[in-house]
């Protein structure tokens, strides 16, 4: 099937606008501010998707004061076109290409964020997330017989060089395979208050082919991230949001639930109490049974915001079964536009739908809109 029509559009956007919070997207609430991560698939060239897709990507984004944007493509074009379609009060950061060196292949992309500037400042700090060399040295001779032990399956045996084509898997975490990216924000309130303050942090790690490569670079991100926030008197900012696509082992939440819950859990009894971690997207939303997955075909919880804050005004792990009290916030949520595309286009239940068709309805938006959905965390303005 081909991507959507202009009549398919036309029905998306008449269903839409009746109520765009029935499919999850925050309303504007005043006296709140949105932070949110999207992962928008190749977001590259403008000509690559069409000029309905574009405007309702901006609809969308607009309703987000902080959004973190994995996927940006080398060519900017697109990034910026969608920045100007959000409206003159939104502003951008975005990193250089990281995944590929200049002139070879590889997973290049850029990570981006787009801010709203009437409730947003941007700090002084921009930079990349990176191991440096000691780090990797030390690594290296500590592992250095498991390291051996990967590798030499994939050695000619005559030559001593790699075959071509090898896929070594790493039994140590050495490096991110993208760097993540952060930036310095400040969320300003009503006269006088104190401003919440934070780095944000941007990731879209490794997804590959096991699980083990996945939850190394999650873990060496956690190291980075409480390393950093614990350094009190040397940190910017005393508090951490990690926004992306983290590519988390979770399609069946029952098991992986558990697994990384408790990981959380230890993360928390290790730093103490002057510093709180909570991902707030590892539970079921209060009054609800199961988690939210942010994959459009509704199968994983790959995206996440975390917190890591000494701020005790900043959603706390204890306080999430009471998220979505307050109108203003704190709560959470994902705008599922596959549920939207399904009902504005009269397809019957997706848990219905034969293999074949199912994959003939994703095919419609999947690379035109995105395969991933952007998940969203309101926050009471400062007070």
């Known amino acids: ?58 609809r969308v984004c607009s309703h987000f004061d902080l959004l973190s944007v994995q996927e940006i493509m080398d060519d900017l074009e697109g990034f910026d076109y969608l920045k100007s379609l959000m409206g003159p009060e939104f502003g951008a ?44 040295i030390t690594t290296l001779l500590e592992h250095k017989d498991k390291l051996q032990a990967a590798i030499a399956p994939h050695l000619d045996p005559a030559t001593g060089e790699v075959l071509q084509g090898a896929k070594i898997k790493l039994p140590v975490f050495l490096t991110f395979i993208r760097q993540p990216f952060c930036a310095s924000f400040r969320v300003v309130g009503h006269p006088g208050t104190k401003p919440y303050e934070f780095m944000a942090v941007n990731a879209h790690l490794y997804f590959g082919e096991g699980v083990d490569d996945r939850r190394q670079e999650f873990d060496a991100l956690m190291e980075w991230i409480l390393g950093r926030v614990q350094e009190q008197d040397k940190a910017y900012y005393p508090n951490f949001v990690l926004m992306g696509d983290l590519n988390l082992d979770f399609d069946d939440p029952e098991r992986d639930r558990a697994r990384i819950a408790k990981h959380v859990k230890n993360l928390n009894a290790a730093v103490g109490e002057a510093i709180d971690i909570n991902f707030p997207f590892l539970a079921p939303h209060p009054g609800s049974k199961k988690p939210f997955r942010t994959n459009a075909r509704l199968s994983e919880t790959f ?51 034969p293999k074949p068709e199912l994959k003939e309805f994703f095919a419609q938006f999947e690379h035109e809109v995105s395969d991933h959905l952007p998940l969203w965390l309101r926050l009471p303005l400062p007070d």
């Open 93 to 136: 950061v975005v990193s250089d290409v990281t995944g590929s060196f200049p002139g070879e292949k590889g997973l290049g992309e850029r990570l981006g964020f787009i801010f709203n500037r009437s409730l947003v400042e941007r700090g002084d700090i921009v930079s990349d997330i990176s191991i440096d060399r000691t780090k990797l």
């Open 303 to 353: 995206d996440q915001i975390g917190f890591f804050s000494r701020d005790q005004r900043l959603p706390l792990c204890k306080n999430n079964e009471h998220m979505g009290a307050n109108p203003r916030g704190p709560d959470y949520g994902v705008f599922n536009f596959a549920e939207l595309f399904r009902e504005s286009l009269g397809v019957a239940p997706l848990d219905a739908l």
């Open 1 to 58: 099937m081909a991507e959507l029509t202009a009549e398919a559009w036309d029905k998306i956007r008449e269903t839409f606008e009746r109520d765009p919070s029935r499919y999850g997207l925050p309303r504007r609430e005043y006296g709140s501010v949105v932070l949110a991560s999207f992962n928008i698939r190749k977001l590259g060239v403008k000509r690559q998707r069409s000029e309905a897709t574009w405007k309702f990507l901006a």
